[in-house]
């Protein structure tokens, strides 16, 4: 009995323990191998002045290069009505973020010989066949047909000239009724000849994988990616418990003085967390009740299981001995597809994510990959520099925050 009795204090002893460092988030057990904090100096000096300047709520900020963790801390706040810290483990919608795991999903496909990024959309998704152009930039013109029909490398880099789906009204029901919705209408200019960044095309892309693959897209994504990596805490459909570590969204006031959580006062609805509702509003709530997953921008997450896709995608497609991309496969996705049709004087796109074409002070490097999402989140892969770069908010996008990051993570590094 003494045996006994001594054995189990420990035991109970380190379960109070973990259960205490999982609340306070001192801890982050999530993802395919436990996170420890790592406390920077540097990154809160960094990230301080966008709190006080009202700028910022709060976030996490992750460093890491392909075997270590540099930086793994937090600034401000997860919620300011009652100045509840930022902790590790808070949770973050993604949004198009996404885009870049479609990415991948799609160069698995090539890899298996199941499509190519020149093949047409027409191939797979018979509806966009006799697709029209639309005449002139207010239709004064009539519909003529493309020079091309547009292309999985096109959809894939906002360049296909597919309806804005913003002007929709989207079902949010399934890939399959949204990509038909698309296939209705004219395209807005000739496939490949001008940016235009549009949900709608990566959602068509998510469809295409439905196809190809025989399962729906949610499940190529947890069986192909999420579950090999051990991205346990990586859904479409966050759980209650999950939804009660969301880190409040933030809304400026028009003259960008004050800082405040947004308020969102949408009726509960059954079968939906209460948080999920409190948290993001009747547009997501939607998207959840009718358990769609969007290919454009669905994915929830903690930023410690972020981690494994990055370091994998910072290998070049290999994590822990197994290969997800081929060398080539990765190669093309992470190389401007846009031509001259690029989004900015330093960012093209590739497949499902930014390339940096031209890099400068607090900026990634040329070649280094990544993407934003609409709350303000963002990863970016450095290979140059052989470093990753998370930083999750739930606020608005920021350059100047981004910068920092980078700035301060470079010198964690001891990099230029």
Sequence with gaps: MKRITVFSRPLA????????LQLTGLSSTFGA???TPVPSA????????????????????????????????????CQLSNHAPMRLDNYFWLASMTKTFTGVAIMMLVDEGKLTLDDPVEKFIPEFKGQMVMGGTNGETPPHPPSHPMTIREIMSHTSGIADCKSLKITASSLKEDADQYAKLPLLFEPGSKFMY??????????????????????FLKSRILDPLGMTDTTFWPSEAQAQRFAKVTKRNKEKTEIADRVVTDPLQPGVPDDMVHQMGWGQVKVYRNHYAMAAGGLYTSTADLLPFCRMLLGGGMYQGKRYLSEKAFKEFSSPQNGKAVKSATEAYGVGCYVEIKSGPGLPSVGAFGHRGALGTVFWMDPARKLIFILMLQGEQNDAIYTALIKAGCQIAGVE
């Design 42 to 77: 540097v990154i809160k000096a960094a990230l301080q002045p966008f709190i006080d300047q009202k700028a910022l709520g709060g976030a996490v900020a992750l460093v890491a290069t392909p075997d270590k963790v540099l930086a793994f801390d937090t600034v401000g706040y």
């Design 13 to 20: 002893i380190l379960s109070v323990l973990i259960s205490f």
């Design 198 to 219: 549009n949900n709608a095309g990566i959602d068509t892309a998510g469809r295409i994988i439905e196809i190809l693959s025989g399962m729906s897209y949610a499940d």
């Design 33 to 35: 191998a436990p996170l």
